[in-house]
T-cell receptor, first 114, second 119 residues
Framework: AQSVTQPDIHITVSEGASLELRCNYS??????LFWYVQSPGQGLQLLLK??????LVQGIKGFEAEFKRSQSSFNLRKPSVHWSDAAEYFC????????????FGSGTKLNVKP | GAVVSQHPSWVICKSGTSVKIECRSL??????MFWYRQFPKQSLMLMAT?????????EQGVEKDKFLINHASLTLSTLTVTSAHPEDSSFYIC???????????????FGNGTRLTVT
């Protein structure tokens, strides 16, 4: 069965520090992978996605993610975090045979210390 | 950019009553909308796919008679939680894909969610 694991429920980093949010997936075929961000009171916004090709994907707001098939991971990174990055981040896996079906991780809440 | 409006943002109702949640695409036509449910500290779980002009497709384990979905126009889908009980308390989120979108290259636009509390 498909699943997405975000092992870190909460992460706190200092402003200006680097960030890495972990995401591991379990999927039998080549996955479609996504990262979404949800700010308080807001909807989910797509940060980036991976379908195929270059395994390092650039997204909006300075985020990037790297697909590592051998580790079944799709970790999100940012070299220097800004206070406005404080939000909840969701990793999602898409089912190639049903493009409407997403499997979301449980989310990682990011706090940014001044 | 494309906006999905979800209303209300929060609602408290008594056990046994019904609650309707609206999901509107404000600046695009959405032939397909999706309804998710999110429990605290858990994943968003897809409940159903709402198709304009036809019946919704429910995920396994989701009660069709409990969660009524209507997608009567290209810009509006509604989720009605019928005879709500405390265990239905949750965060409900809708999303929409625009008219003609048919692949992952088209983004999903999410509403801000509705916090339902059943007392």
């Amino acid at each position: 069965a498909q699943s997405v694991t975000q092992p870190d429920i909460h992460i706190t980093v200092s402003e200006g520090a680097s960030l890495e949010l972990r995401c591991n997936y379990s999927y039998g075929a080549t996955p479609y992978l996504f990262w979404y961000v949800q700010s308080p009171g807001q909807g989910l916004q797509l940060l980036l996605k991976y379908f195929s090709g270059d395994t390092l994907v650039q997204g909006i707001k300075g985020f990037e993610a790297e697909f590592k098939r051998s580790q079944s991971s799709f970790n999100l990174r940012k070299p220097s975090v800004h206070w406005s990055d404080a939000a909840e981040y969701f990793c999602a896996v898409g089912a190639p045979n049903n493009f409407n079906k997403f499997y979301f991780g449980s989310g990682t809440k990011l706090n940014v210390k001044p | 950019g494309a906006v999905v409006s979800q209303h209300p943002s929060w609602v408290i109702c008594k056990s046994g009553t019904s609650v309707k949640i609206e999901c509107r695409s404000l600046d695009f036509q959405a032939t397909t909308m999706f309804w998710y449910r999110q429990f605290p500290k858990q994943s968003l779980m897809l409940m159903a796919t709402s198709n304009e002009g036809s019946k919704a497709t429910y995920e396994q384990g989701v009660e069709k008679d409990k969660f009524l979905i209507n997608h009567a126009s290209l810009t509006l889908s509604t989720l009605t939680v019928t005879s709500a009980h405390p265990e239905d308390s949750s965060f409900y989120i809708c999303s929409a894909r625009g008219d003609g979108w048919s692949s992952y290259n088209s983004p999903l636009h999410f509403g801000n969610g509705t916090r339902l509390t059943v007392t």
